[in-house]
């Protein structure tokens, strides 16, 4: 590709910022200096560097975010602070977006990536990808809730969800549990507990397909996914 779009690119600014870059000899090929923005470079098997330091090109960014309350799993919001906005720049530039959404008071494992093939993938109701989910609820969780939820419930708009796998950890008048989906409809874990008479006070995703969250992040902090993770990722496993 030409020299100046694979730095545009990679975030070392517009076409005409590279081109100052060039005429400061800040970027070099395989040791040269470069002087034409429009001269074809291969970052695959061509040594580019920008004030010394290497240019590692790549199309996707995979991100792991724990996601915290008040923050909106969306691009672009006129009101609210969005996960995007939680990124640096450089993470900004790539121009990714959120793979499904998480309520705005829900915490928790959320994919971030401007790929998307593997988005399509792992949101497609066909993949039946599942996404484990920790809670805490108001109200005594019970074996009927259980058995219940391995049925599949009622919404109060009528739909039938698919057999969800509920385990209980504490069932008290505040219980907790954990629960595997294999859909994503809005509000849905908050809804199914609506729908067996229970209100869930605290929601948390742990898991989406192959990924978990990464219980090092603090609430807000994000990293790369890792070569193993994205391929577990990719390959639905």
Do not use: C, W
């Not at 074809?40 to 199309?59: C, I, K, L």
């Not at 900004?92 to 988005?119: C, M, S, W, Y």
């Amino acid at each position: 590709m030409r020299l100046d779009k694979l730095l545009a690119n990679m975030g070392y600014g517009s076409r005409k910022e590279v081109k100052q870059l060039l005429k400061q000899k800040a970027v070099t090929i395989d040791g040269a200096v470069a002087k034409d923005a429009a001269m074809q470079v291969n970052p695959d098997e061509q040594h580019v560097t920008v004030f010394g330091e290497r240019v590692h090109y790549v199309e996707f960014i995979y991100l792991m975010m724990n996601k915290p309350q008040g923050v909106i799993s969306s691009t672009e919001d006129n009101y609210d602070k969005t996960v995007i906005d939680l990124l640096d720049p450089l993470a900004q530039h790539f121009k990714p977006f959120p793979v499904g959404r998480l309520d705005k008071d829900t915490e928790g494992l959320l994919l971030i990536t401007n790929d998307g093939q593997l988005a399509h993938n792992l949101l497609s109701p066909k993949k039946h990808v599942p996404k484990t989910y920790y809670a805490k609820v108001d109200g005594q969780v019970t074996e009927e809730d259980i058995k219940a939820f391995a049925a599949g419930v009622t919404l109060d708009d009528g739909y039938e969800t698919k057999p969800g796998h509920l385990v209980i950890l504490k069932s008290d008048a505040l219980s907790e549990i954990e629960l595997t989906i294999q859909e994503g409809k809005f509000h849905q874990v908050k809804r199914m507990f609506e729908a067996v008479g229970k209100k869930v006070t605290y929601l948390k995703r742990l898991s989406m397909g192959s990924l978990l969250l990464d219980e090092n992040l603090a609430l807000g902090q994000y990293r790369e996914v890792t070569a193993e993770e994205l391929e577990l990722l990719m390959n639905n496993k």
